[in-house]
């Protein structure tokens, strides 16, 4: 872990390795130091009281069947009610209030637990890889 991260309580480290996606706006249950390995990313942040702007609600979760081997396939139409609470069901709001940071590779952000935030990757141009490390602790406060 991060030199910065010696006063927190460490859960879980996450190794995020891949090429160019978006991870919709959403907030981590725990505190994150996030580390930018190889290329870069960009964050879209919002505080925690930006939630109060979303307007249709949550991302609803969807059943998946499992068969061996190996093969998992949606249930025709089945779409649960119950819904996944710190991802948006929906393209981040334009009035929500957003502050935009980008990692390169060696750069380290603090995210503490409840900050909404969407993810850009960009692939570094050489190897055509973005890797990345969420150092996860409990929530300090």
């Given at each position: ?34 580390t ?30 499992y ?17 996944v ?14 502050a ?5 590779a ?32 409990f929530?300090?406060?």
């Open positions: 872990p991060p030199p910065v991260a010696t006063m927190l309580q460490h859960k879980r480290t996450d190794l995020w390795i891949g090429y160019k996606s978006v991870s919709r706006m959403h907030f981590d249950n725990l505190d994150n130091v996030f930018q390995l190889v290329g870069s990313k960009t964050f879209v942040l919002a505080p925690p009281e930006a939630g109060s702007s979303m307007v249709r609600g949550r991302l609803r979760k969807a059943v998946r069947k068969s061996h081997p190996g093969v998992f396939s949606r249930e025709a139409g089945f779409v649960m009610d119950e819904t609470i710190n991802y948006l069901d929906q393209d981040r709001p334009p009035h929500m209030p957003t935009t940071v980008t990692l390169n060696g750069d380290a952000l603090y995210l503490p637990f409840g900050w909404w935030h969407e993810v850009h990757a960009h692939p570094d141009a050489q190897r055509g890889l973005c890797a990345s490390a969420s150092h996860f602790y929530p300090y406060f």
